[in-house]
């Protein structure tokens, strides 16, 4: 390291520090997958129970569960999705019953990194003869082919076709939606199978990692390559899963070189050039070049130079336009990629970055990284270290429970429409019974404990409700469910058991309870929660960001600072005061055919927690005949409406 000029070293330790400062540092970088992992369970987990493609698993793959993104690059999500109904094989000894197979095709007529997929018989590992749709294709040696377009009548009509991906048009505030429709392969393809043997200089990845990543297998995506004869028919060959293993199991300064090159990529060539690189080229760019370099090279000291490694190769992929895939080389992410005045821009926009020895980041406005380079040398401000760090988790931590949420709605959307109770019930212990046998499988017990509990709260209230309309008193089945259920917020599910009390006529059981969350509930801390609809509001509360940061159990913490809001269905009428019933019944249902994906809430009677809180406080103090008691209730409501940005959902999703 005495080699390395003070320039270079004090460069390269002040961009470290300000990555830092932004929160590209190891305790976010952990933080962001595991909570990124846990909402890619849960998903999963939602799938399953409603029986949609019971064996399909959803994975988060890209910037944001890699932990290589800022609040500045607002990176998209990015999840795949596998079709469970279909499998790829490679060899007919591979051949499974009971699922469309298909044969993956690997010869002179497809593009490198793509195949063809042959679909087989179902009763024998034996060809298909029969054409039975559109999506299935018969060419000119006979083999019936599987038509990649099938991923389009797989997705949501919300969705649209870009590439391998149905992406959600973004929202103002929100993080667009990347779907990736996939089908699995258990076998490590074979244009794949050279990178297993070869080694780099650097000695990495290890053969451990290698062999671990084989065992992964790979998965087929629909899009075929550029300008092929085939495009319609061919599947590109993803190792997106094997990319994501490796993206873990890199240090803190590769992964704030990638960010510096997402960084450049975003204020320097897209600005110029939209969509002539990716940041995948970018991270295919810095794998080649850790593959070939000591490990010991990637440090603090170096970052500076590490970079400049990096945009030299990229520098050279993009004059040969060739920039082969990591793991299947001869696949070149940059064929047919720019025009000549494109890549000269591309080649001059690099060059000039090189030749400025890191001063061209100054420019770099993104979460300002160039005022935040100049602040460590000159010390113009005084900035909090965690600052964006806390903020980061915030929105971390909203999205979990964002996300739980808006599983939790889709739940009740197929089960809002269920007319007898019995059936409802019978759908309901379905589900729980499916997610216990889930948790002992020893999937995400987190994400179970999280899905159960909103099904726990809504059996035991469906069983309130028919109890309350046989009027037999609340059975001990019932209160049971609803106490198991208790800690899903601080408040919501609190909320919902004073209702029932109220609407059975306890009054001081429902009392008590009100009294218990109102003095529990801290103003400064609490964050709502909804997915009711879509909306941004002002950033969150600087103490709920801190006490994020701050957790390492970012679950547990979810059940102490924030407040869903509280939904009764038409089954639950019986559980909430007439005011509220009547929100039942709000649409004559002529307007079904144009609701929004976001309005399952129209049948329902939804209010968020807090001032739901008061409105009950207020109904059991006149019960109770406490005036002055209701008096403060009813003015607490007056200025939680006023002042509580109670309705506004702040989480990005």
């Known amino acids: 390291m005495s080699e390395i000029p003070d320039y270079t070293r004090n460069v390269s330790l002040s961009l470290s520090k300000v990555l830092d400062e932004i929160g590209v540092n190891e305790r976010m970088v952990i933080k962001t997958r595991r909570l990124q992992l846990m909402n890619e369970s849960l998903c999963t987990l939602a799938h399953k129970l409603k029986d949609e493609d019971e064996d399909g698993n959803m994975y988060t793959l890209g910037s944001r569960v890699e932990g290589t993104t800022t609040l500045g690059l607002n990176s998209d999500t990015d999840l795949l999705f596998t079709l469970a109904a279909y499998t790829v094989i490679q060899d007919l000894s591979e051949w499974e019953p009971g699922k469309i197979n298909l044969l993956m095709i690997q010869d002179d007529t497809v593009s490198p990194g793509y195949c063809l997929l042959q679909i087989l018989r179902q009763d024998a590992p034996l060809p298909e003869d029969n054409v039975y749709d559109q999506y299935w294709y018969r060419d000119r040696i006979g083999r019936v082919l599987l038509k990649n377009a099938i991923v389009n009548s797989r997705a949501g009509a919300e969705f649209v076709r870009h590439g391998p991906a149905q992406s959600m048009d973004e929202m103002p505030g929100f993080y667009g939606n990347d779907l990736v429709l996939a089908i699995l392969c258990q076998q490590w393809p074979l244009q794949a199978r050279q990178w297993i043997a070869q080694q780099g200089e650097g000695q990495w990845p290890t053969y451990d990692m290698k062999q671990y990543c084989k065992d992964m297998g790979c998965f087929v995506v629909g899009v ?70 000591e490990n010991h090279a990637w440090n ?14 990229l520098y050279n992929c993009v004059l040969n336009e060739n920039c082969p895939h990591f793991i299947i080389p001869e696949n070149n992410l940059m064929a047919r990629r720019f025009t000549p005045v494109t890549k000269q821009v591309i080649l001059g926009t690099i060059s000039y970055i090189l030749s400025s020895k890191g001063s061209a980041l100054l420019e770099i406005e993104c979460d300002q990284l160039g005022f935040r ?26 999205d979990i429970g964002l996300f739980v949420n808006e599983l939790h709605l889709d739940f009740l959307k197929h089960t809002n429409n269920i007319s007898h109770i019995r059936v409802l019930l019978q759908t309901l212990y379905k589900y729980l019974m499916k997610l216990t046998h889930y948790m002992n499988q020893g999937q ?11 099904l726990s709260m809504h059996l035991g209230s469906a069983l309130a409700s028919m109890n309350i309309h046989s009027q037999v008193g609340l059975c001990r089945e019932s209160t049971v469910l609803m106490s198991l259920c208790l800690n899903v917020d601080l408040i919501s599910s609190k909320v919902k058991l004073a209702s029932i009390f109220y609407c059975t006529g306890e009054i001081e059981r429902a009392e008590l309870i009100l009294k218990n969350i109102e003095e529990s509930y801290d103003h400064n801390v609490v964050e709502p929660i909804c997915q009711c609809y879509d909306f ?5 509360k600087r103490a709920f960001d801190k006490l994020c940061y701050e957790a390492d159990d970012e679950y547990t913490l979810l059940q102490s600072i924030t407040a869903s809001c509280v939904k009764f269905l038409r089954y639950e009428i019986n559980c909430c005061p007439h ?29 968020d927690s807090l001032p739901y809180l008061y409105f ?5 103090y006149s019960h109770l005949r406490r005036h002055r008691d209701k008096q403060a209730a009813l003015s607490n409501l007056a200025k939680c409406i006023i002042e509580e940005p109670f309705s506004d959902t702040k989480i990005q999703h």
């Open 616 to 620: 009950l406080q207020y109904k059991t």
């Open 536 to 540: 941004k509001h002002k950033k969150s």
């Open 224 to 293: 075929g390559g550029k300008d092929s004869e085939n495009e319609e028919l061919e599947w590109r060959i993803s190792t997106s899963l094997a990319e994501r293993y490796l993206m873990f199991n890199l240090n803190i300064t590769q992964i704030r070189c990638y960010v510096l090159m997402k960084m450049i990529l975003k204020s320097f060539i897209n600005t110029q050039c939209p969509d002539s690189i990716s940041s995948y080229m970018c991270k295919t760019v810095m794998l080649h070049c850790i593959s070939s370099t």
């Open 373 to 398: 380079i100049q602040n460590t040398f000159l010390r113009l401000v005084e900035i909090v270290p965690e600052d964006m760090s806390c903020e980061i988790s915030g929105n971390l931590v909203g």
């Open 300 to 313: 603090e000291n170096t970052l500076l130079i590490c970079l400049n490694y990096c945009l030299t190769i």
């Open 444 to 454: 995400n017990k987190l994400a179970c404990s999280a899905l159960a509990k909103f």
């Open 579 to 607: 005011e509220l019933q009547h929100e039942m019944f709000r649409s004559p249902q002529q307007d079904l055919p144009y609701r929004g994906k976001n309005d399952e809430w129209m049948d329902m009677a939804v209010v």
